[in-house]
């Protein structure tokens, strides 16, 4: 993985805007540790910071090639997962290469075909090309959004970045945030809004579209979007296909030239991962090593709740026990995590998910010291419908986003003349029906079916764009790379077809997976209930952050007074938090992540010298 900037002016002689170009590429640096390239050129300034997978003498990027009297300049962060595939069709198209790079292998790919290169592509991506003749700019972002990709337009300069960071960077992006931005950190974050960047005039390039920019100006194209159809397979069929789709993922996902293994919580998701990983090594006589997140004192403190049933450690070291790999247990405590609270809110460049986000830097962080890879079992979730919204009929029915709650509380909070400009069920309201009116609904669905499309898109493409947003930002800070199989588009369009009886065969959530998945993993794992991500529950935790947000509430400078009723941070304060309860946001975020998301509101003004229009 690497981090990508640059940028494109026709009024504007870049060759003499090195400085510029460089600072937002230092901003990058733990995206990409390895290596650092730029490419000047009159109207074009990219710049490229390396994180060494494939072929590391021939992938260095800005990469530049000559065919006839065209020239043509890449940046790309990401992974093609059908490398070998695609240059097998280049090379029977008469194109020869220099190297075994799936950098060298995509540009190639975009001189054939052009725009049309990404239908072909299996993989996570965010990549630009400059093509010096026509003097124009192709910027493109991977179908799921698991690599980020921001941009902004100044006049006709455009500027972009895989961070907010190095937009930040140019002197022409100022930290400014509006009435629409500061609501998308208030009542929508840790969430966004997809293609909203936050920053006053900062966008986001959303998945599966693509820019073309040129003197003439720029357009946006749509290149891959969920198609609704009838499910036609029987049970027995859909059951297969999804056991290859997801095994097949998982292998694509092994080939590395650096050490690569897995994260397991002990949960569904992770352990099929884990799993399918460990009988590819051992086809190959290798040995996987598995890595497991856990808290000091947490079996001492847990308190199962609908949201977390039951804790995970013991199922993680069952299942490595079973598979005969080598776990490595992470252990952290309570100070660890809030220190790292900063960290994360840099590594974002907005508040996020708190302990949720700094506790798994510091689990890629420590990997790190080991190896280069990792892949993870998100999204399984979205894909298969593993939450509780999609099960329970008062949260399918609810009218909106059924991870974000307390919008009244938070709203409470607010300082007085905040709380006069902003609506906050208004805004949320406004972007559900926005969301519910792009969903592809089939002709003729029941119902209720139909609502359960509804909240599998706005699943995919909210709360998991959370989720990956957390995990690009969290394991690329600390130089990680963290791949996502059930992220591979065949899977999501397949299971987004499969009716929600066959999903949940067996009576259970996820139940076509765990069907597909039978004979992989110990009947006990396979049918467990689901558990999200480990967190702490250590009361220390609370009573640290609740004083974390007292000391900045103290100074009477702190920019979090812009924000809040500081009287109502303190009533709130005064109060026990519960021990379990209906979260703010997503299943994890309770009171103490809560008081965590305002120290991070803090952090995030204050480093980045936030000015609010």
């Known amino acids: 993985m690497c981090g990508i900037t640059g940028w494109i002016d026709w009024n504007t002689d870049l060759t003499r805007q090195r400085a510029v170009l460089e600072a937002m590429t230092a901003t990058l640096a733990a995206r990409g540790p390895d290596a650092s390239g730029i490419h000047l050129s009159r109207h074009a300034a990219l710049g490229h910071r390396r994180l060494t997978i494939i072929d590391p003498v021939g992938g260095a990027q800005p990469m530049t090639r000559r065919y006839g009297d065209h020239t043509y300049t890449i940046v790309y962060n990401g992974e093609l997962y059908n490398t070998a595939e695609i240059r097998d069709d280049l090379e029977a198209q008469g194109h020869t290469f220099l190297s075994h790079s799936d950098t060298e292998v995509l540009l190639v790919a975009f001189i054939e075909w052009g725009p049309d290169c990404v239908d072909r592509l299996n993989g996570i991506f965010a990549f630009g090309v400059w093509e010096e003749h026509n003097q124009r700019f192709f910027l493109a972002r991977d179908r799921m959004g698991v690599k980020p990709l921001f941009y902004a337009r100044r006049g006709d300069a455009l500027l972009f970045g895989s961070e907010l960071k190095a937009l930040l960077a140019h002197p ?10 500061l609501s998308e950190v208030l009542f929508l974050g840790p969430s966004r809004t997809p293609g909203h960047g936050v920053y006053k005039g900062v966008k986001e390039l959303r998945p599966g579209h693509w820019m073309l920019h040129e003197r003439s100006g720029s357009k946006i194209h749509q290149y891959w979007a969920l198609q609704s159809r009838p499910h036609t397979d029987d049970l027995a069929t859909t059951v297969e296909t999804v056991r290859h789709l997801v095994t097949d993922a998982v292998r694509r996902q092994l080939v590395s030239d650096v050490p690569i293994g897995t994260l397991l919580s002990g949960g569904l998701d992770s352990s099929i991962i884990t799993a399918l990983a460990a009988q590819h090594f051992a086809d190959q006589g290798k040995e996987l090593t598995v890595y497991t997140i856990d808290y000091r004192d947490n079996d001492q403190y847990f308190q199962a709740s609908d949201y977390q049933p039951n804790s995970d450690s013991p ?106 400009r902003l609506r906050p069920e208004e805004y949320v309201a406004d972007r559900y029906r926005q969301s519910v009116a792009e969903v592809p609904l089939l002709d003729g669905e029941d119902p209720l079916e139909a609502q359960r499309r509804v909240m599998f898109y706005l699943n995919l493409n909210w709360f998991m764009a959370t989720l990956l947003d957390r995990k690009d930002r969290m394991s690329m800070a600390a130089g990680l790379e ?102 703010f946001f997503g299943q994890l975020m309770g009171v103490p992540q809560l008081f965590a998301y305002l120290g991070q509101i803090n952090t995030w003004m204050q480093v980045y010298g936030v000015t609010l229009a």
Not at 172 to 181: A, K, L, S, T, Y
Not at 344 to 350: E, H, I, Q, S, V
Not at 360 to 371: Q, S, Y
Not at 531 to 539: E, F, V
Request: glycine share 6%.
């Open 315 to 420: 199922w993680a070291r069952r299942l490595a026990q079973h598979l005969g790999v080598r776990q490595r247990v992470v252990e952290f405590d309570t100070p660890e995590l809030v220190e790292s609270l900063v960290t994360a809110t840099r590594a974002r460049d907005l508040p996020g998910m708190a302990d949720v986000d700094s506790s798994l830097f510091l689990f890629c962080r420590e990997i790190k010291r080991e190896l280069t890879v990792v892949l993870s079992g998100e999204c399984a979730d979205e894909v298969f419908g593993g939450y509780p919204w999609f099960h329970k009929p008062e949260l399918l029915g609810s009218g909106s986003f059924p991870w974000i709650r307390m919008l009244s509380d938070r709203a409470a909070l607010l300082s007085p003349a905040l709380r006069s």
């Open 172 to 181: 022409r992006v100022e930290p400014v945030v509006d009435e629409e931005g």
């Open 482 to 583: 963290a791949r996502v199989p059930f992220c591979d588009h065949r899977i999501v369009e397949y299971v987004w077809n499969i009716p929600w009886a066959m999903k949940t065969v067996d009576g259970r959530e996820k139940g076509i997976l765990r069907r597909a998945l039978e004979g992989v993993l110990p009947d006990d794992v396979l049918y467990r209930k689901k558990s999200p991500y480990p967190k702490t529950h250590n009361p220390a935790y609370y009573a640290a952050v609740r004083e974390w947000v007292a000391q900045i509430l103290a100074d009477p400078a702190s920019p979090l007074h812009q924000i809040v009723d500081a009287g109502a941070v303190r009533a709130l304060a005064a109060k026990d938090a519960p021990a379990s309860g209906t979260p």
